[in-house]
């Protein structure tokens, strides 16, 4: 089959488009034929990283397809030609953790596209639980965008956050895959929304797109706090959900209100602040990682898709050889939502 894979560490072109043989699927597994897989800013990491000698593995944390094979033995109710997108973290159900209902701190979990071959190909084999249904009027384009950041959205929304009706929420970089789930999220349960983002485009997408009430460009104001506060009417926000890290964490901590809650999802400015400690003290916030995600929270995100509540942000689509393409827009962040490779 044709698929999208890496061996050596290096730039966009470093990813491999080629022949690798069609997964075999095992016992309880069942196979996809693979329509759309989006990309991650972990799939530049990884490329950028190599594999040092580890041999070559296929990319891509998430898959949609219409399944072509269910093993005899299978626990599901899944048929050949349903169609279906997949969770990308595959439970051991036999650790300490997962036998006590902690499988989000399953110490023996494998990623697809990470640990195990992943949805950038034409065939994918996974174990049946980790295939979920889609609508039927959704395309397998759309299903591909929602997997990995709407899970880890949820996760730091609901899970953690506990996101309420009531509250004023502001996201960062409005524009990247997992926040533009977020938003959805935030505002499926009734919150108001503030987005950060660095294009006047990207806000404008953002409010037509997902309702939010108010953008900020972060080059135009710098203290993106400030601006907060004149919207808030000197309150301050709920909650914060952040994928930026470092560069805006201190004064996303001056744009909550007292007790508020502050999650983080990914640091991709950096990963180390000179925090004051005394914020802590004086205004009692909530400081919390998106950490480990449940079977069980996929499957609930799962039934927000099939009741037509949350869907993908599709920004653009390459053919799987155009992969490289892909990764160098990716790079440019120049997109809104997600970008998915189509096969
Ligand atoms: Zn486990």
């Not at 999208?4 to 080629?18: L, W």
């Not at 030609?81 to 979990?109: F, P, S, Y």
Request: a negative charge; glycine letters at 14%; charged letters at 25%.
């Amino acid at each position: 089959m044709k698929a999208v894979y890496s061996e050596e560490p290096g730039g966009p072109e470093a990813m491999i488009f080629g022949d690798r043989p069609d997964p075999e699927p095992g016992p309880g597994e069942v196979m996809l034929r693979v329509y759309g897989s989006a990309l991650n800013r972990g799939d530049i990491e990884r490329r950028n990283q190599g594999r040092s000698g580890r041999g070559p593995r296929i990319g891509g944390m998430e898959a949609a397809g219409e399944i072509v094979f269910v093993s005899p033995d299978a626990a599901t109710d899944l048929q050949v030609g349903d169609r279906v997108l997949l969770e990308n973290r595959i439970k051991c159900w036999g650790c300490e953790n997962c036998k006590n209902g902690m499988d989000h701190n399953c110490t023996a979990q494998k990623r697809i596209g990470i640990d195990l071959d992943g949805g950038h190909a034409e065939y994918i084999a996974v174990p049946a639980e980790c295939a979920f249904k889609i609508p039927d009027s959704m395309s397998f384009t759309e299903a591909a965008a929602i997997s990995q950041g709407g899970h880890t959205a949820l996760q730091c929304m609901i899970v953690q956050g506990q996101v309420k009706p009531w509250d004023d929420v502001l996201v960062h970089a409005a524009g990247s895959g997992v926040a533009s789930m977020g938003i959805q999220i935030a505002r499926m349960v009734g919150a108001r929304v503030f987005v950060t983002a660095g294009s006047d485009w990207k806000l404008e997408r953002a409010k037509e797109l997902l309702g939010v009430a108010e953008g900020i460009n972060y080059h135009e104001t710098p203290k993106v706090s400030e601006r907060i506060m004149e919207l808030t009417d000197g309150k301050g926000v709920d909650m914060v959900f952040d994928v930026v890290g470092a560069d805006v964490w201190e004064d996303s901590l001056l744009c909550l209100k007292p007790g508020g809650r502050m999650v983080i999802t990914g640091t991709t400015s950096g990963s180390r602040t000179g925090m004051n400690l005394s914020v802590l003290q004086g205004r009692p916030l909530h400081l919390m990682g998106s950490g480990g995600r449940t079977h069980r929270s996929f499957a609930e995100m799962m039934k927000c898709v099939n009741n037509g509540e949350l869907g993908g942000i599709v920004s653009q689509t390459f053919p799987l050889e155009n992969v490289s393409e892909a990764h160098r827009v990716m790079e440019s962040r120049e997109f809104f939502g997600k970008l998915v490779l189509e096969s």
